[in-house]
């Protein structure tokens, strides 16, 4: 299973699959149209949450942590029950969790559509079903865990507007369904594409798509990120 050789791997520091498959993270660098429907900024609240999974945590973490108006970004699990929110069990496949990433964020600076920008277009690629790049699995799914009716909203809405304007070559394959838990992932996970910049899976796989958000979006981008132990 490729989540039990990212394990072995991480511990002995080689890199993974990226380079053998069609799909690695530089693929990903392109505009797409805004939200049509989305979040009025003006007399919004000052925080929020979105829950977003698209393959492994380690890079969408790194990806958001660069968004203005972000202010925590946390790798975790959803779509199971909390006692099966272990990185080893969620690596069986049976557990029905997706590795995700809990994002909390300043609406009035950076809308709930803005962020499915950055989904969309350069932190994944929602035409692959339950795989990313290297890894495969349910549980390196696309999905969207919406936190209210109007994310729920703006999220079906969006799906349809990239459909009908035929942005991606293939169907999105994108589930959505309202959160039921988010359990943050064991420590090691958290911030490490920060303190691991030259792991080999991080250069190949997550670092390309940081650079593809400062390229495709600069209104959005911002050089130092959050950082999950002085967030607030």
Same mark, same amino acid.
């Given at each position: 299973?490729?989540r039990?050789?990212? =394990?072995a ?6 890199a ?16 797409i @149209?805004?939200?049509a429907?989305d979040e009025?900024?003006?007399?919004? @609240?000052a925080s &929020?949450t979105a829950?977003l999974?698209g !393959?492994?945590?380690?890079?969408q #973490? ?10 925590k970004?946390?790798a975790?699990y959803?779509?199971?029950?909390? +006692?099966?929110?272990?990185? +080893?069990l ?5 557990t ?5 990433v #809990?994002?909390?964020f300043?609406?009035?600076v950076v ?5 499915l920008r950055? %989904?969309?277009?350069v932190?994944?690629?929602p035409? &692959?079903? =339950?795989?990313q790049?290297p890894?495969s !699995?349910s549980? %390196?799914?696309? &999905?969207?865990?919406?936190?209210? @009716?109007l #994310?729920?909203k ?7 507007q990239?459909?009908s304007a035929?942005v ?5 394959v994108?589930?959505?369904? @309202?959160v039921?838990g988010?359990?943050?992932a064991?420590? %090691?996970?958290q911030d490490?594409?920060?303190? =691991?910049?030259?792991y080999?899976?991080?250069?190949? =796989?997550?670092?390309?798509?940081? +650079?593809?958000l400062?390229?495709?979006?600069p209104a ?8 999950l132990?002085?967030?607030?």
């Amino acid at each position: 299973m490729l989540r039990t050789l990212r =394990n072995a791997l991480l511990a002995a520091g080689i890199a993974t699959m990226c380079g053998l498959t069609t799909a690695c993270a530089d693929d990903l660098d392109k505009t797409i @149209p805004a939200a049509a429907i989305d979040e009025a900024k003006a007399g919004a @609240p000052a925080s &929020e949450t979105a829950v977003l999974a698209g !393959g492994c945590f380690w890079g969408q #973490q790194g990806v958001f942590e660069h968004v203005k108006g972000v202010t925590k970004v946390v790798a975790g699990y959803s779509g199971g029950a909390k +006692e099966t929110a272990v990185y +080893e069990l969620v690596g069986s496949e049976t557990t029905g969790h997706a590795e995700s990433v #809990q994002i909390t964020f300043d609406p009035r600076v950076v809308s709930y559509g803005d962020l499915l920008r950055v %989904y969309f277009s350069v932190s994944h690629d929602p035409t &692959e079903l =339950n795989y990313q790049g290297p890894d495969s !699995g349910s549980s %390196y799914r696309s &999905e969207i865990f919406t936190a209210s @009716p109007l #994310q729920d909203k703006i999220a079906r809405a969006y799906v349809t507007q990239l459909a009908s304007a035929h942005v991606f070559s293939a169907p999105i394959v994108t589930r959505i369904e @309202p959160v039921k838990g988010f359990y943050p992932a064991e420590g %090691y996970h958290q911030d490490f594409l920060i303190h =691991n910049p030259t792991y080999p899976y991080i250069v190949t =796989n997550d670092l390309p798509k940081i +650079e593809a958000l400062k390229r495709v979006w600069p209104a959005l981008y911002r050089d130092k990120p959050v950082v999950l132990a002085q967030a607030h």
